[in-house]
């Protein structure tokens, strides 16, 4: 920690924190985003308000970061951005952000550079560039997208401010020590912080320890909503210089989280002095602790968020999907009536000979439920025609059915503009349990990094959110509890092919999400000829996977943008 004198003023302090969605590549919507955010930081009365990472040009940008044109567009919109705050009388607030930057001719004009901006008074009074460069997950791709900076002290209205970026905070070593001799009165974090299970608990032990370390409150401020295959979900927190919780915002929400603190004046020697006296004191504010989500609210709400953003954000206005009157279909459809409004989802049935008639009741039901549209299309006698000009049996006759129906859902999409929602889960996705061009068609897939036993506990939970609700549980109980089958020929069952799902489930935690060998898997009572089959697997089914629709990751391994095999290898593991 570092070190205090006793004779340290203390004044304080009112920091907003703008928990926001910002859309990748809209600087426009972006900029009217932040003024708007501002304008009711002004309203309360606060001094310093903090923008999430990458707030100007949305995030992650992955290789648009090197598009020249948009590093101009987001520092021409910084530099207009200074005087607009200036001439909407909010000047005198200091305002942190991120944005998008260029270097300078040392630098290599060329590169790209994470920075936050600090804006006062009209001017863009200093930058600050992310110095620790991302090296895990969905940031794997970003090694040479920043450059390193030193760290930069502010002081405004007597508080010494450090800044520093998302990953900055994650980093042991020299880095935190240097920051925290040159001890700050504020350390203020700008993030864009993707949403994992659990990741929350993750996040407060650090703010917590970090603050501890460099002897001052920190303000964690993070972004919310969906881009692409990832999810923001804010979870913005303020701890005290001993890594209590003063505010926490709730996870999912957008907001501004407004927090009054006693801080340590004229702490450290600051880079930049924006305004020196203290404040005079002021009736404070109490903060708010927002509770924390439970796991499968936690989940939903992240799918809920994923989903809506990326339809949104891509300009449909409606999704569909295929209705099978199994679980994944119905877990699908019910979220996308959360996410969109029943009026925006298109539901269809598309019986073969082989469908029980249970299983069509079973997707009327769910339709009824739901209240969403609703249509059924008998495929057989298309089946039949295909069939009837090209001979096929067994297996390649089964997956003649799975196609004809991602068709039809493909076709409905060209007709009426829809987007097509697979309804995959993340255990038939590690096996290959699907068929190319058949139920893997789609233009995403909300389900894909969800396991098909939590496929069913989120839809007990979500029944059991209805009731609690007083509404009708969606999800009919006979999708919940019958045997999961494809249908696709007589007395089909998912366990002629797989291994139970609970027994399933376990061994590909092991071997996907904790990178696990067949010893790791036998070493958990499985037997080794049981973990050998869920490998080869696996690993046949890469080239599946590649092909499969993007889906909101949850976990903190999803396939396609934490675990990519090679296509071509020979190499396996020793069965």
């Not at 407004?258 to 702490?267: E, G, K, M, P």
Request: hydrophobic share 40%; charged share 20%; aromatic share 6%.
């Amino acid at each position: 920690m570092a070190s205090q004198s006793s004779a340290t003023a203390i004044t304080q302090m009112r920091v907003a924190l703008a928990q926001i969605n910002p859309r990748l590549g809209d600087i426009p919507f972006n900029v009217d985003l932040v003024m708007e955010y501002a304008k009711k930081a002004q309203g309360m009365g606060a001094h310093l308000v903090l923008f999430p990472e990458m707030v100007i040009t949305g995030y992650p940008i992955e290789d648009l970061a090197h598009r020249q044109t948009l590093q101009e567009a987001s520092v021409r919109a910084i530099e207009a951005l200074a005087p607009s705050l200036q001439d909407a009388g909010m000047g005198e607030m200091a305002i942190v952000l991120g944005y998008l930057d260029h270097g300078s001719e040392a630098e290599g004009k060329s590169s790209a550079l994470n920075r936050a901006a600090i804006i006062h008074r009209g001017e863009v009074k200093a930058r600050y560039t992310k110095r620790h460069l991302p090296n895990y997950g969905v940031f794997d791709e970003y090694r040479n997208f920043t450059a390193g900076g030193s760290s930069l002290i502010f002081r405004h209205c007597g508080i010494d401010i450090a800044i520093a970026i998302c990953e900055d905070i994650w980093q042991e070593g020299e880095a935190m020590a240097e920051l925290a001799a040159r001890d700050p009165g504020l350390l203020a974090v700008i993030n864009g912080s993707p949403y994992e299970r659990n990741k929350d608990d993750q996040r407060l032990s650090l703010v917590s320890r970090r603050a501890l370390q460099i002897g001052a409150p920190l303000c964690y401020v993070n972004m919310t909503g969906g881009q692409d295959d990832l999810v923001f979900d804010g979870d913005s927190i303020v701890v005290d210089a001993a890594g209590r919780v003063l505010a926490r915002a709730p996870q999912f929400e957008d907001g501004l989280m407004v927090v009054d603190l006693d801080l340590r004046a004229n702490s450290s020697v600051p880079d930049l002095v924006l305004t020196d006296g203290p404040l005079p004191p002021y009736e404070k504010l109490v903060p708010g602790i927002a509770s924390r989500l439970e796991d499968e609210a936690e989940v939903w709400s992240a799918l809920v968020m994923g989903l809506r953003d990326y339809v949104a954000k891509n300009g449909f206005q409606s999704v569909i999907l295929g209705l099978s009157g199994g679980i994944d279909s119905a877990l699908v459809a019910t979220l996308a009536v959360d996410a969109l409004g029943a009026e925006h989802v298109y539901g269809v049935a598309l019986p073969s000979k082989y469908s029980s008639e249970h299983s069509l009741e079973d997707a009327k039901q769910l339709a009824i439920n739901l209240g969403l549209h609703f249509n059924v299309v008998a495929i057989q006698p298309m089946v039949d025609a295909f069939l009837g000009a090209v001979e096929m049996t067994g297996l390649a006759e089964e997956n003649v059915q799975a196609r004809v129906r991602g068709t039809t859902l493909m076709g409905f999409s060209n007709q009426h503009g829809h987007l097509v929602l697979a309804t995959g889960n993340k255990s038939e996705l590690a096996v290959g349990y699907s068929t190319l061009y058949g139920d893997a068609v789609g233009g995403f897939a909300p389900i894909k990094d969800i396991f098909k036993g939590d496929v069913w506990r989120l839809a007990k939970w979500r029944n059991r959110y209805a009731e609690s609700e007083g509404s009708t549980p969606p999800i009919p109980s006979n999708s919940i509890t019958k045997e999961p089958s494809a249908e696709l020929r007589p007395d089909q069952r998912d366990s002629d092919s797989l291994p139970p799902y609970p027994i399933l489930d376990q061994i590909l935690s092991i071997y996907i999400e904790a990178n696990g060998s067949i010893d790791a898997i036998t070493a958990a009572g499985f037997a080794k000829e049981l973990a050998g089959r869920v490998i080869t697997l696996v690993d046949r089914a890469e080239y599946k996977r590649r092909q499969y629709p993007p889906g909101t990751k949850v976990s903190n391994l999803a396939f396609g943008k934490d675990r990519r095999l090679p296509l071509t290898s020979a190499w396996r593991e020793q069965i």
